[in-house]
């Protein structure tokens, strides 16, 4: 078991506004958290209550969050032309390192931070926004649950296992790969669904959608009841237009892993990757 | 061999203890069958995965049961058999279970006698009990993924006991995940002929946080026509401070339940 590191951001804010007086519109931090050969995929755990989260792949082990710090559109400069001297709250970055799992957190209540995390491609995701921001996942391959109040959750080519929700917002995920074994799950309140899928994967899908239309490019063969009526869709849309009393059952190429959509508000297509 | 046969064989094959032709058979049929093909699939999935799971211990009382029969088993047959014995108790569960299927296989093969036929149905109990113990311990992992697995995989259960239907209520209050939440109400649909689940389901609608997961609490309580939800959805229509489609669907619930 190792001893957890805990990564001050705040002496990196402060050199920054040591040395880069200049940067007063935004203050980036960074805090690299080195790979251990200890442990196996990484589990990277981020939430944020204003501003967006960003992950990207890259080929190296290395995690690295990057913060920053919006002045929120404040002048630079007052009325009688006085330069604004940003004091740096800064984003409050937290980092900390226990046993592969990485906890960030960012303390600021009332500026906008956003969060690029750049990770491995062999790692898994828990990632929570609140307010303002949009959560933004790309290439990565592991369990990748992430859940937002009021912004968009974008998933793009990620393999794996997904568990995405949004209150407010859509839900748009493409996955490369799935986890033949692993149930997923996407749900919004108020926006719409848009998952694309390999075309050989195997579900039984259980699909609700009170006020909105579901398109599949898939066939989905209907489960016991309520009997949905299948309607040729469209090149837009997809291939097919399924219509039911407000939730389905069914199964995708003979069925397989439970796989959930549920919108209140909004309309749900499950395309087929091309 | 047939789909339940295949059902009936799984534990078998994925130990590894299949005699050649039986396994010939199963890939057979599993090759041709794509409900079989899924599950054997999933049950691969599972069976590579059950190792790495940290065993939160639901099974006390289903524990001592498996290593009991397991005795049972040692001191009766062939001691080859258990030289593959798994490291991680956890595993006896899975074990016993394969010992037990294959005690059904040698039933419907050989042709045993009529204890045989005892331990079958005591065996099927046994198998139901491992698949309660699997839904119990998924839905205590840390990953919102397993947890969720873990209430998908309460719907393979015939008749659920009481512990499966406190874990999952336990998970629509209390879950982190809200999709996981959503999950649980609709396995816990299969449990609503008990009223204390009925009764739990209703007061679960002002303790949630969040509106989809509310929505679909309504959803579950307003089709069984039980007009004692009734003082709560009023509540809640009337909730200036309850998300806007919370309130329109409590409505709508009050008019189904013909109680506006
Ligand atoms: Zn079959």
Excluded at chain 2, 17 to 44: K, N, P, Q, Y
Excluded at chain 2, 64 to 87: C, D, G, K, T, V
Excluded at chain 2, 176 to 194: W, Y
Aim: hydrophobic letters at 40%; charged letters at 20%; glycine letters at 8%.
């Amino acid at each position: 078991m190792s001893k957890p590191i805990v990564i001050s951001a705040a002496l990196t804010a402060a050199a920054l506004l040591t040395f880069a007086p200049a940067r007063a519109q935004e203050s980036p931090e960074r805090v690299v958290v080195p790979y251990r050969s200890s442990g196996g995929p990484r589990i990277v755990h981020a939430s944020l209550m204003n501003g967006g989260i960003t992950v990207k792949r890259h080929d190296g082990q290395d995690v690295i969050v990057e913060a920053s710090a919006h002045s929120g559109g404040r002048p630079a400069h007052s009325r009688d032309g006085m330069k604004r001297l940003d004091l740096n709250h800064g984003s409050g970055l937290d980092v900390e390192e226990d046993n592969n799992v990485i906890e960030i957190k960012t303390n600021a209540m009332e500026e906008e931070s956003n969060l690029v995390i750049t990770v491995p491609a062999n790692t898994s995701l828990k990632l929570k926004c609140l307010n303002g921001g949009d959560i933004l996942v790309d290439g990565v391959t592991g369990e990748i649950d992430a859940n937002n109040l009021n912004g968009k959750v974008t998933l793009n080519h990620v393999s794996g296992n997904v568990i995405a929700h949004s209150l407010n917002g859509s839900v748009i995920v493409s996955l490369d790969r799935v986890d033949a074994s692993k149930p997923m799950s996407f749900s919004t309140l108020n926006g719409d669904i848009d998952v694309t899928l390999p075309a050989d994967f195997r579900a039984n899908v259980k699909i609700k959608a009170d006020n909105g239309d579901v398109f599949s490019d898939f066939e989905v063969k209907p489960g016991a009841n309520p009997h949905p009526v299948t309607e040729p869709g469209d090149a837009k849309n997809g291939k097919y237009k399924i219509r039911f009393d407000n939730s389905m059952t069914g199964t995708i190429n003979g069925g397989g892993p439970e796989f959930t959509f549920t919108t209140f508000n909004g309309e749900i297509r499950i395309r087929k990757r091309k | 061999m047939t789909c339940e046969q295949i059902r009936i064989g799984m534990a078998e094959y994925l130990a590894g203890r299949m005699s050649a032709g039986d396994r010939a058979a199963f890939l057979g049929h599993v090759d041709h069958c794509e409900a079989c093909a899924a599950e054997v699939e999933e049950f691969t999935a599972l069976w590579r995965d059950l190792d790495d799971l940290p065993l939160p211990m639901p099974s006390t009382r289903m524990l001592p049961r498996f290593r009991a029969m397991l005795h049972a088993y040692e001191r009766s047959s062939r001691p080859s058999n258990l030289a593959m014995m798994p490291s991680r108790p956890w595993m006896w569960g899975a074990l016993a279970a394969s010992l037990f299927v294959g005690g059904l296989l040698a039933g419907h093969y050989l042709g045993r006698n009529s204890a045989a036929n005892t331990e079958i149905a005591s065996l099927k109990t046994e198998v139901e009990g491992m698949r309660q113990m699997v839904t119990l311990t998924l839905l205590q992992q840390q990953s919102a993924g397993e947890r969720l697995r873990g209430v998908t995989w309460s719907n393979r259960m015939e008749r659920p006991d009481s512990a499966v239907e406190n874990a999952l209520l336990t998970a629509v209050n209390r879950d982190p995940n809200v999709n996981v939440r959503l999950s649980a109400v609709d396995a816990l649909q299969k449990f609503t002929a008990n009223p204390a689940v009925r009764r739990a389901l209703v007061d679960a609608i002002p303790v949630q946080d969040s509106p989809l997961v509310q929505i679909a609490l309504i959803d579950a309580i307003v089709p069984l026509g039980d007009a004692s939800a009734g003082s709560m959805l009023r509540q809640l229509a009337a909730d200036p401070h309850a998300n806007e489609a919370v309130r329109k669907r409590a409505n709508w619930g009050l008019r189904k339940l013909g109680v506006a």
